[in-house]
């Protein structure tokens, strides 16, 4: 038998998992190489006295529909998706709108505050959900297409193509606001789904990317017993395979001779040889820091050098408390089953304040943000293995915030106002106990996560120029290098980050082709359909 071919993957975040596994059942010998001690990068979970907090990423967009949920069987390896009928809820001085996943509810409450705006609503539900589900989902699962024949080839399906390519011309608000809500409330709601992960409201260019944020944070799942469920379950498939993760091992160079990357040189002198590199780091870490810069093009050390790192970032805070779940006196029972509750939006304006405060290092207020007590959905989370102390809960507040602020200082002082705000709406929580106080900022990110440069979730921001053929640029975007041998396939690649495996995905097919690994998986239904109806084209 020939000599399987031995691949290195650097990260084991989601992303250099799936890679890894996908690789690793094609019969490829592969390694992982983590720098921290545990493998899931942000798929983080932490344990504290019985209490599961996910301080990092919590809401998945697209769960099931992802490739490698079904390719990988990860359902066997104990990950299972939770579904909240409520989703969203939005606080208002004297109304609430909730947003469900079944789409006639979320019309019918929107119709209870502004009847006007209810069939407008319908109407951009399902215009969102149509150009999700026939062409931004499947083009996550496959390479990005050139600009001008992906607008020529939309040009040519239809109103749906036409309207795909008008929305690449606008901002997220105007995508939104072209359908003619009568109300702001509505908007201010619908725009902070779009926005609610660092998506500039106004940033020219991409509105493209409104329909799939707004439409799957109607349908967002949990992960059973916490995010790192899924990395469990990755790992747990790599390693069925024969893979291996090899974590608490930093790489601090990636060996090249005649061109090609043979190896790496680790952070105790040591090195790892191979035959094929897949890096999921940043473009400032693949191209300027761990390759001799003399070795690329300039196109390419230039354009990581210039490389936008994410204009916002996060501030989450867990609380695990002894105490009832928040009861929302004088509004509708089922915000009390909302997967996240809203307060301080009552318009887009909000939202733009919120985000522009972030970039101008505006220090937030806790009175803008969303919360949740996720234990509702999922016990697993709150074992109440202690009945004699009480009911316990956990507790979680989100809201975007800047990198460069003093965050030491005020890191507690933000997470008590968030919690007076949420409890001027939940009375009852002034009287939970709250025995864990788990705050998460941008600095926090960064020191846990380098890769997220200045606590940037996505590995760099979300602008037109650093998006599908140009992410991370021109010469890499088809996720080959010109290092033969060295590949990228993180969240700096297309189609981005936010835990939908994309960039690991394709990356996999990529170097399997190059290096004839069998490709074992079938192209997606979703993808065949859609070159099918030629939104994409046939290169599969």
């Not at 059942?25 to 921290?36: F, M, Q, R, Y």
């Not at 990529?510 to 030629?534: E, M, R, S």
């Amino acid at each position: 038998m020939s000599k399987p071919i031995e691949i290195l993957v650097l990260g084991a975040g989601p992303n250099g998992l799936t890679c890894a596994s996908y690789l690793a059942k094609a019969g490829a010998k592969v390694k992982v190489i983590e720098k921290n001690v545990e493998s899931g990068g942000g798929l983080m979970t932490q344990e504290l006295s019985g209490l599961k907090l996910n301080s990092h990423a919590m809401y998945m967009l697209l769960s099931e529909l992802m490739p490698p949920y079904r390719d990988l069987e990860l359902s066997k390896f104990g990950l299972k998706f939770i579904r909240p009928e409520v989703q969203n809820s939005f606080l208002f001085e004297d109304s609430s709108l909730i947003l469900y996943s079944d789409i006639e509810k979320s019309v019918e409450s929107v119709r209870n505050i502004s009847p006007t705006d209810a069939e407008t609503f319908r109407n951009l539900y399902n215009l969102f959900k149509q150009a999700s589900d026939e062409f931004i989902i499947p083009a996550t699962y496959m390479p990005p297409v050139d600009p001008l024949e992906q607008i020529e080839m939309l040009e040519n399906c239809g109103d749906l193509g036409r309207w795909l390519n008008e929305l690449a011309e606008l901002t997220p608000r105007e995508a939104i606001e072209d359908f003619g809500f009568k109300d702001d409330r509505i908007v201010g709601a619908l725009l902070y789904l779009a926005s609610m992960f660092g998506l500039d409201p106004d940033g020219g260019g991409m509105g493209f990317l409104t329909p799939i944020y707004v439409y799957r944070l109607m349908q967002a799942t949990l992960v059973a017993g916490g995010s790192h469920q899924m990395a469990s379950a990755l790992r747990r498939s790599l390693e069925r395979f024969g893979g291996e993760v090899v974590t608490a091992t930093e790489v601090r160079e990636i060996l090249v001779s005649n061109n090609k990357a043979v190896g790496v040189k680790l952070d105790d002198g040591g090195a790892i040889y191979a035959d094929v590199i897949v890096s999921t780091l940043n473009p400032t870490q693949n191209f300027n820091e761990l390759i001799d810069t003399s070795l690329l093009p300039g196109i390419v050390t230039e354009s990581a050098a210039a490389w936008e790192y994410d204009e916002t970032s996060l501030f989450v805070m867990n609380w695990g408390i002894v105490g009832d779940p928040p009861v929302y006196n004088n509004r509708p029972n089922d915000l009390s089953r909302s997967l996240n509750v809203t307060f301080g939006i009552n318009g887009p304006n909000d939202v733009t304040a919120h985000f522009e405060d972030a970039t101008n290092n505006v220090a937030p207020n806790g009175k803008v943000g969303h919360v949740s007590c996720p234990s509702i959905f999922d016990p697993l989370l709150a074992a109440n293995h202690l009945k004699e102390y009480g009911n316990c809960e956990v507790l979680r507040y989100e809201c975007l915030a800047p990198y460069d602020i003093d965050w030491v200082s005020y890191k507690n002082e933000l997470a008590a106002r968030a919690f007076d705000t949420w409890a001027k709406y939940a009375p009852n929580l002034k009287n939970a106990n709250l025995r864990i106080e788990l705050p998460w900022t941008p600095k926090d990110i960064e020191r846990h996560l380098p890769t997220m440069k200045r606590g940037a979730i996505k590995h760099g921001a979300y602008i037109s120029i650093q998006m599908g053929y140009n992410r991370p640029n021109m010469e890499c975007s088809s996720y080959k290098t010109p290092i033969e041998g060295f590949y990228v396939g993180g969240a700096s690649t297309h189609p981005g980050g936010m835990v939908i495996l994309g960039g690991g995905y394709n990356v996999a097919k990529v170097v399997a082709a190059d290096w004839d690994i069998d490709i074992w998986w079938q192209v997606p239904d979703t993808v065949k359909a859609a070159v099918a109806k030629g939104y994409l084209p046939d290169d599969q």
